[in-house]
């Protein structure tokens, strides 16, 4: 991963804002956040009562305490202890209540944050597969488990325990403002001079920290997306010794994270003595007003002490405010990034007006196709027909197009002008399960997903039964080698195959390819990692598969386009030269070239 690119992982989610681009991410980040608790509003509303009620439960203590002391502590002096009894027993109930109510509350208020959690991680993990190529070529797969993990947990975080402490304070500060000014304005008056302080710091809190979080989130993304992309390659990193250099960035890196967060902790560091030092501050004054208020006579003591008592829980409540917004500016950017994703819209959506092909016969045909990357034109205006049954090997050298023409038939992407059918109807007009039925494609990669043999045979038609699945594999030529596992087709791949060779996964993939049975099989450089006796082993599986199918083989190996009954030679996104292999190797163009250098290769 190089300087820049790393860099980039910053810049695409720059917390230099515009304020309107600002307003934006935060509306966007709200209406995901309501779409997420629509389902929930029943629950909701019966977590509010039941916080609401465990306030007042909560609240009830000092009140009691301090009627305990101005009413019950004199009827026990003259001898009767009712008073005192009834306050205490009052005590024990609102104590009760507020146990079992908070108990509901969290249980409650978890289930909720859970089940928005679960709704998340399956929206975004479901919307990111159906996001066109040019999305994950754009958006690394760092920058994804980024948003699946990291951002999602900043949200767990949030919902889990910062919610909780949110409301429990919010409902905290707000009840016992109203007790203090209605247990005695005078005093209640004083305690409130320190708001226009708190309003201050709480201020400039809230406007560092906007930023300081946005900023923990990039700076994590990119310690992720690093760490992704240098074991992904791992192989590349050591075969090139980049492990110094990895070093280096992932330092940079780290140093970055520990900026981010150190400012972070900064803030708080700042805010929470600042509350702190102005709650004490207004509890001096209170005391000493109090004070004299009892001595004139104009107060009992036993107020004094309820307010007190109330007055340390009026401030308490505020750093966990402040914690609270640790949480949540953290889930706030993450939410950004988040929504960011499902905004994405895919580039080949599903047809709003779609056209049933419940069997497809496998014409296809590209007619004046014109398709670029960004401004570049690949394809400037292709015309071309592929018979049903018909076997066309493209060749051409690196950036011809080749590969293009593959991606467009499959649909993984769209043209900009022009049209592409299959049997007479548009790509765009197919509903996907139709197309992905009727269309496979086999790439050099021949990636195989962790689970068994089999596993990854019906990965091609999910639900085929075990005897569908040897079939293919017969016929493929791949049952032999799968036998002779350790556990025949139960044997356990590993991470992307490991366990087989080359050319063992390639014939995986061809029997997965074969059980799906598609019309029109696209085979995209399916050979070209393969050495020589893979090769051989391969070209069998190859005739077997391309059998009575349409099929569109790109490859570099001429001993693979050999089986092709037709050729398409491709240069700058055209078709220059069109014939079968041999009537094009006894020709004097750019296909016969290319034959005789392979030829004169293998002497």
Do not use: C
């Not at 209406?31 to 465990?54: D, N, Y």
């Not at 202890?81 to 208020?109: H, Y």
């Not at 104009?298 to 308490?316: I, K």
């Not at 041999?582 to 004169?600: E, K, M, N, P, S």
């Amino acid at each position: 991963m190089t300087d820049q690119s790393w860099r980039g992982v910053a810049t695409e989610d720059s917390d230099e804002l515009s304020a309107g681009a600002g307003l934006f991410l935060r509306a966007r980040s709200r209406r995901l956040l309501g779409e997420l608790l629509q389902p929930h509003r029943r629950s909701l509303w019966w977590l509010l009562a039941t916080v609401v009620a465990q306030n007042a439960a909560w609240l009830a203590g000092p009140l009691l305490i301090g009627v305990g002391i101005d009413v019950g502590v004199p009827a026990l002096v003259d001898g009767d202890a009712w008073p005192l009894v009834w306050i205490t027993a009052a005590m024990v109930v609102a104590a009760v209540l507020d146990t079992v109510l908070r108990f509901a509350f969290l249980t409650g208020s978890g289930r909720v944050g859970q089940a928005v959690l679960l709704t998340l991680r399956r929206r975004v993990f479901t919307h990111v597969q159906v996001l066109p190529l040019s999305f994950h070529e754009r958006y690394t797969s760092g920058r994804t488990i980024s948003r699946l993990t990291s951002d999602a947990e900043a949200l767990a975080e949030l919902l889990d325990e910062g919610l909780d402490g949110l409301i429990t304070a919010l409902f905290s500060v707000l009840g016992i403002g109203i007790v203090l000014v209605v247990l005695d304005p005078p005093l209640g008056l004083t305690a409130l001079l320190g708001f226009p302080a708190l309003f201050l710091v709480a201020r400039w809190f809230q406007r560092n920290s906007t930023a300081a979080y946005r900023r923990t989130r990039e700076t994590i993304a990119a310690l992720i997306v690093q760490f992704t992309e240098t074991f992904g390659g791992i192989r590349a990193v050591q075969a090139f010794r980049r492990e110094p250099r990895n070093d280096e960035l992932y330092a940079v890196l780290n140093e970055d994270n520990r900026q981010a967060h150190h400012r972070a902790f900064w803030l708080i560091a700042v805010f929470v003595p600042a509350v702190v030092l102005i709650g004490n501050v207004v509890t001096v004054a209170v005391l000493g007003y109090g004070a004299l208020r009892v001595m004139d006579g104009a107060m009992a003591v036993g107020t004094l002490v309820s307010f007190l008592l109330y007055l340390r829980r009026f401030f308490d409540p505020l750093q966990d405010i402040a914690m609270f917004y640790n949480s949540y500016q953290s889930a706030t950017a993450a939410l950004e990034k988040l929504s960011g994703v499902l905004e994405e819209s895919p580039s080949v959506p599903e047809p709003v007006d779609p056209v049933p092909l419940p069997a497809a016969a496998g014409e296809v045909v590209f007619d004046d196709v014109r398709f670029g990357y960004g401004d570049a034109t690949v394809l400037p205006g292709l015309v071309l027909t592929l018979p049903p049954g018909e076997t066309v090997a493209l060749v051409g050298t690196t950036g011809a197009g080749k590969s293009t023409l593959a991606r467009l038939a499959a649909r993984f992407y769209d043209p900009v002008e022009g049209e592409i059918r299959l049997d007479g109807v548009p790509l765009h007009r197919l509903t996907d399960a139709d197309l992905r039925r009727a269309v496979v494609m086999v790439t050099q990669e021949s990636f195989l997903f962790s689970g068994t043999v089999a596993d990854n045979i019906a990965f091609g038609r999910p639900g085929a039964d075990r005897a569908e699945i040897e079939r293919a594999a017969r016929a493929i030529g791949a049952h032999d080698f799968i036998t002779a596992l350790p556990d025949g087709y139960d044997t356990e791949v590993d991470k992307r195959g490991g366990r087989l060779s080359a050319g063992q996964r390639q014939l995986v993939s061809f029997a997965r390819a074969f059980l799906a049975d598609p019309a029109v099989l696209i085979l995209d450089e399916a050979t070209s990692s393969l050495d020589v006796p893979s090769e051989r082993l391969v070209q069998h599986a190859l005739r077997t598969l391309l059998a009575d199918r349409t099929a569109l083989i790109i490859a570099h190996r001429l001993s693979t386009v050999e089986i092709a009954d037709r050729v398409l030679v491709m240069e700058g996104g055209r078709i220059v030269e069109d014939g079968s292999p041999a009537d094009l190797v006894a020709g004097t163009g750019r296909f016969a070239a290319l034959h005789q250098a392979w030829a004169d290769s293998l002497v």
